[in-house]
Structures are given as structure tokens and as C-alpha cells.
């Protein structure tokens, strides 16, 4: 047996950790590459004419949706101290917050950002405030107003969409705890819904605010369709003794009547809270997380429980149901269920300490933010590290993404 001098040895082993050497690059670069393809910059499958509206370094910007190039950025007039809200209609963009005195309501141009008008509400400084989005329907913008402390009313408005001429308004007794937060206004037969915190529901034709109906039922988070409108609600039984179990509530109003249609009663557990919840309607389908972070899906008909799955879902946020599939953002990920049985299709983590917020789509292409947490407390144009992605909805890659990502709009502009 002939033995292998030393030097050989030497030079096998420089060869073998050579080898080895070359496959952990083959293996870094895979990586490299199949991030670089998780993130890659390419065009969305989008009209050119689709752009998105969002805020960076204190200015409105608008978008391509389709590739991410600047169209057009315009420096807010104001200079505002909370968090600013938009939503789109009629080929304009609707702004709603506060300045240091004031309540307003801005409208711009969809395809120039030419301010429009701009409608001071009301007084800051009397205590009443708006945080939520201007509602958008039927030529009219709709924002509620509410109170603070000492306060025992609220105010809801109704704006001409064209001019910011204001229409009518309405004091709400109690302070409206909530005004429809993205959801549709257009309720029966054209009627404008707010939940007061203890004066229970009011229901106002939209074209000239008169009173339609009223339901001394009591609760929060409404969402509303064409027929009818849906809400949460907590109940003690009995209340100061050892047997005190706090329960969930589901209710189903008629639209047109404010009648009750039904009632599911989820009892929670642990240190859940109903007011926790989160609810989300979509033809007939109703989404309800609650309890331990469990999200149920529910029949819009009659309340019946279709499929349950454990998801993580965040206080504040809401998900999306489009084209059979439901998407869940939350503190870890966002989600794509099956409406059919809650089976994930996929999913994309969020960086640690962020979390998704809510998702837009259009034409099977998702629009998220992924925001640090906590939130920081004053950040109102979407500042900070926050990350807009726009992800192919079919299997959650991404197209393109950009700085910013607080709130956010998408429309079709003018041809």
C-alpha cells in the first residue's frame, strides 16, 4: 500500500476546502438570487391610467400603480397635527384631519393634484375631532365629527362633492362612536348610518339628512351594504358575581327599516374583549376576529358559522376578500385564505416588529403597508420606515414597492 506523502495531503485538503468554498457561494448566490426575485422591480399588470395616492415627506404624491414612477406630488396647504385620512370618488381624492385650529376637508384634482376646494368644519380647539376618512358616495363626501370629555353630541356632515359646499349636518347625540369606516354609505334606500355610544343607532336619508329610522340598539364597528347593516356588541351576564362571563354579539339590521334580522352571541374567553374585534363584510360573507385571535367566517343570511382559523389579526385593521380569496394582514403576516374553508394559499412575513395594514386590490394586485410596532403616536403623513409593497395577489411576490405607505388611495384617472 503506497501512502500519501504529507504534501499531498496538504494539497487535498487546500482542493477539498476549495470545493467547499465554491459551493457555499453557489449557495449564497441562490439565496441572493431568489431574494433578489422576491423583490424584484417590474411592472404590475395594471392600465396605465390606474395610480396610487399616499403621503411622503408632508406631501400628497400620486403614483403609477402599474410601475411606481412619481406622477405628480403637491405640498399639503396645511400644515396638520394628527392623523390624515383619504379616500377617492369622482375622480378626486378627499383628505379629512385636523390642523393646530381646525377640522377640514380638502378635495383635489385625480390626475393633476390641483387643490378643489377646502371646507373648515369646525373649531379644534372646541374639542371635536375627526380621525376617520371622508365617505364617499353619490357626489356627496360624509365625515363625522366627534367629542371629547366634557362633550355629550357629535356632528356629521355632508359635503357637495363638486364645490365643498356644505350640504346639511347634523348634532349627534351622545358622540358618534363610529361613522362607517370604509364601507359602503350607499344603505337601502340611500341612507347615511351612525352608532352613537349610548343613544343607539340613527339612519339619515343622504340626500337632505332627514331622519329615516332609529333603533335604541346599542354597539360598534357598523359596516353596511345595500340591504342591511351589521354590527358588534357586548353583553355581561351576570354581572357582579362569580358566574360573570362577558359575551360577544353579532347583529343584523334591515337597511331600509333598522329592523333586527338576527343575532349570533359568542361567548369570549380569557382576557378577550369585544371591543377588540374586528368586522368586515363582503356580498355574503362576514368576517369577525374576536377570541384569542380566532377569525370566524360567518353567512351574511342568517349568522351561520361557514369555517373558523386561528390568524393573528391586529387591533385597528381590517382584511379583504376579492376574487374568492380572503386576505388577513396582521402583527406577523399577511395572509391569503380560501373563502371556501379558510385554507392558506400563501403567505408573506412581515420584518420583526412590523406588521401589515390594510390591504388594497385591484385587478388581482395587492397594495400593502408594512408600518413599525408600536405606531409611533404622531406620525401623520406616513412617515418613518414604513414600506409600500405591491405584490402579485396569486401568490404574494412582489412587482415593485417604495418608501411611505400610511394612508392610501387608488383610482383610474381620465384617460
Not at 55 to 84: C, I, M, N, P
Not at 157 to 184: D, E, F, N
Not at 240 to 268: D, M, N, Y
Request: hydrophobic share 40%; aromatic share 10%; net charge negative.
Amino acid at each position: 500500500m503506497t501512502l500519501l506523502s504529507g504534501g499531498l495531503i496538504k494539497r487535498w485538503r487546500w482542493k477539498g476546502l476549495g470545493i467547499l468554498a465554491g459551493i457555499l457561494c453557489l449557495l449564497l448566490i441562490g439565496v441572493r438570487g431568489y431574494q433578489a426575485y422576491q423583490t424584484r422591480n417590474v411592472p404590475a399588470p395594471l392600465a396605465s391610467s390606474v395610480e396610487l395616492y399616499t403621503f411622503h415627506d408632508g406631501k400628497l404624491v400620486a403614483y403609477s400603480a402599474q410601475e411606481g414612477s412619481v406622477r405628480w406630488t403637491h405640498a399639503l396647504e396645511d400644515s396638520y397635527t394628527g392623523r390624515l385620512e383619504m379616500q377617492t370618488g369622482d375622480h378626486s381624492i378627499y383628505l379629512s384631519g385636523q390642523t393646530s385650529t381646525m377640522n377640514i376637508v380638502t378635495a383635489y384634482r385625480a390626475d393633476t393634484g390641483t387643490l378643489l376646494w377646502r371646507t373648515p368644519l369646525v373649531s379644534f380647539a372646541s374639542g371635536l375631532l375627526t380621525d376617520q376618512p371622508p365617505l364617499v358616495a353619490d357626489g356627496m363626501v360624509y365625515i363625522g365629527i366627534y367629542g371629547q370629555g366634557y362633550h355629550d353630541h357629535g356632528l356629521l356632515y355632508a359635503l357637495r362633492g363638486s364645490s365643498g359646499q356644505i350640504a346639511w349636518k347634523h348634532l349627534v347625540p351622545s358622540y358618534p362612536t363610529s361613522m362607517l369606516p370604509k364601507s359602503p354609505l350607499a344603505v337601502g334606500d340611500g341612507l347615511v348610518v351612525a352608532l352613537t355610544e349610548d343613544h343607539g343607532i340613527f339612519a339619515w336619508h343622504a340626500h337632505d339628512g332627514s331622519l329615516a329610522w332609529h333603533s335604541l340598539l346599542n354597539g360598534y364597528q357598523p359596516v353596511c351594504t345595500q340591504q342591511a347593516c351589521y354590527l358588534l356588541q357586548d353583553t355581561i351576564i351576570s354581572p357582579g358575581t362569580e358566574q360573570a362571563r362577558e359575551h360577544f354579539a353579532v347583529l343584523a339590521l334591515r337597511g331600509s327599516s333598522g329592523k333586527l334580522l338576527w343575532q349570533r352571541t359568542i361567548p369570549l374567553q380569557g382576557n378577550a374583549s369585544g371591543s377588540g374585534a374586528l368586522l368586515a363584510v363582503f356580498g355574503q360573507h362576514l368576517y369577525l376576529g374576536v377570541v384569542a385571535h380566532w377569525l370566524d367566517a360567518m353567512s351574511t343570511l342568517d349568522g351561520t358559522l361557514l369555517w373558523q382559523r386561528a390568524v393573528g389579526l391586529p387591533l385597528g385593521e381590517t382584511l379583504l376578500e376579492a376574487n374568492g380569496v380572503v386576505y388577513t394582514p396582521d402583527d406577523l403576516s399577511i395572509d391569503a385564505l380560501s373563502v371556501h374553508d379558510g385554507t392558506r394559499l400563501w403567505s408573506r412575513d412581515a420584518d420583526s416588529d412590523s406588521s401589515f395594514g390594510t390591504p388594497l386590490f385591484v385587478h388581482n394586485v395587492l397594495f400593502v403597508a408594512e408600518q413599525p410596532v408600536p405606531l409611533p403616536p404622531r406620525i401623520p403623513h406616513g412617515e418613518g420606515s414604513s414600506i409600500l409593497f405591491v405584490l402579485n395577489a396569486g401568490d404574494g411576490s412582489v412587482y415593485w414597492r417604495l418608501p411611505g405607505g400610511g394612508p392610501m388611495a387608488i383610482t383610474e384617472t381620465a384617460a
